[in-house]
C-alpha cells in the first residue's frame, strides 16, 4: 500500500514543536502534518526519564491511530529520553531533535558557547555523549527553568519571562560565549527577546532547519515522499486550552481539544 500521502506526525510536550512543524512546512509544503501538543504534561524537563518514555509511547500511539507514516519527535527532552526505546518499540521512521552543539562547537571562535535546555535534556545519557566529543570547548550550560511553563501559559511577553533570560544570559555573556544554542523546540519563540540582551556579536542557533532536511531525507530514503502537487492539510490535537496552541499559530489553523 502507498504510505506517501499518509500525514507525518509530530509531538511534543507543549506548543513549542511547533517551531519545528514550521520548518518542516516551509520545505515540505506538499506533506500533510498532524501536530499534537501534550500541554497537560507539560513540561517534560522535570519528569523522569521512565515517565518521559510513557508520554512518548502515549502519544505515538494516538498519532499512529491517525496512519501517520513517520514521526517527529519534535521535543530535545522527549528525544533524548525516549527516542532509542521507540525505534525499538515501533517499526515506523522516528526523526529526533537534539541540540545543535556540533554547529556551534566547529564555529566558535572565543572556544566558549552556552546552551539553554531544560533539564531533562542536559541530564540526558545522549546529551553528555555529544558533550564528549568537545572537551576543548567550554560549553556553558543553563536550565531554563520556568521558560516552558510561562510560554504554555501564553506569558511570552511577561516581565517574568525578561528576568528569568536576563538571569540565565547574563552569565553566558560573561563567559564570552559567541554561540548559544537553544536546546528546546519552545526556546525559538523567545530569540527576538533573548537577542535584545545578547551582544549582536552571539549567533544563535536551533536545530529546526536541520530537522526538516533530515525528515526531507528519510521520506526521500524510505520512498515515502508526497509528490503530490496540492498544499497539504495540517491538524492540531492539544489536551490542554487550544487559545494558547492557536496563538502561536496566530490563529491561522484550527486547533481542537482532545482528551489523551
Not at 527516542?83 to 572556544?111: C, H, M, V, W, Y
Not at 490542554?240 to 499559530?249: A, Q, R
Request: some cysteine; aromatic content about 6%.
Amino acid at each position: 500500500m502507498n504510505k506517501s500521502t499518509n500525514p507525518i506526525g509530530l509531538f511534543d510536550s507543549g506548543v513549542g514543536g511547533t517551531s519545528i512543524w514550521r520548518e518542516i512546512h516551509n520545505i515540505l509544503p506538499n506533506e500533510n502534518t498532524i501536530y499534537l501538543a501534550d500541554s497537560k504534561n507539560a513540561p517534560y524537563g522535570q519528569k523522569s526519564k521512565e515517565e518521559i518514555i510513557e508520554l512518548s509511547i502515549k502519544n505515538t500511539e494516538f498519532l499512529l491511530n491517525q496512519n501517520c507514516k513517520m514521526i517527529v519527535v519534535a521535543c530535545n527532552t522527549a528525544t533524548t529520553n525516549a527516542i532509542k526505546e521507540l525505534r525499538t518499540k515501533f517499526d515506523i521512521p522516528f526523526i529526533g531533535i537534539e541540540p545543535a552543539i556540533k554547529p556551534a562547537a566547529n564555529s566558535t571562535q572565543t572556544q566558549t558557547i552556552g546552551i539553554l535546555a531544560t533539564q531533562g535534556t542536559l541530564n540526558s545519557e545522549l546529551f553528555h555523549k555529544a558533550v564528549l566529543d568537545y572537551k576543548d570547548i567550554k560549553i556553558v550550560e543553563q536550565v531554563g527553568h520556568g521558560l516552558v511553563k510561562l510560554i504554555e501559559e501564553g506569558s511570552l511577553e511577561s516581565s517574568e519571562m525578561k528576568e528569568l533570560l536576563q538571569d540565565y544570559l547574563t552569565p553566558m555573556i560573561k563567559a564570552n560565549i559567541d554561540y548559544l544554542v537553544l536546546g528546546c523546540s519552545h526556546y525559538p519563540y523567545l530569540i527576538p527577546q533573548i537577542k535584545e540582551i545578547l551582544p549582536e556579536s552571539v549567533k544563535i542557533i536551533d536545530s529546526g532547519q536541520a530537522v526538516a532536511r533530515q525528515t526531507k531525507n528519510v521520506l526521500v530514503t524510505q520512498d515515502i515522499l508526497n509528490n503530490s502537487l496540492q498544499k497539504g492539510y495540517a491538524l492540531f490535537y492539544t489536551n490542554s486550552n487550544p487559545k494558547v496552541l492557536s496563538t502561536i499559530l496566530q490563529n491561522k489553523y484550527n486547533v481542537e481539544k482532545r482528551d489523551f
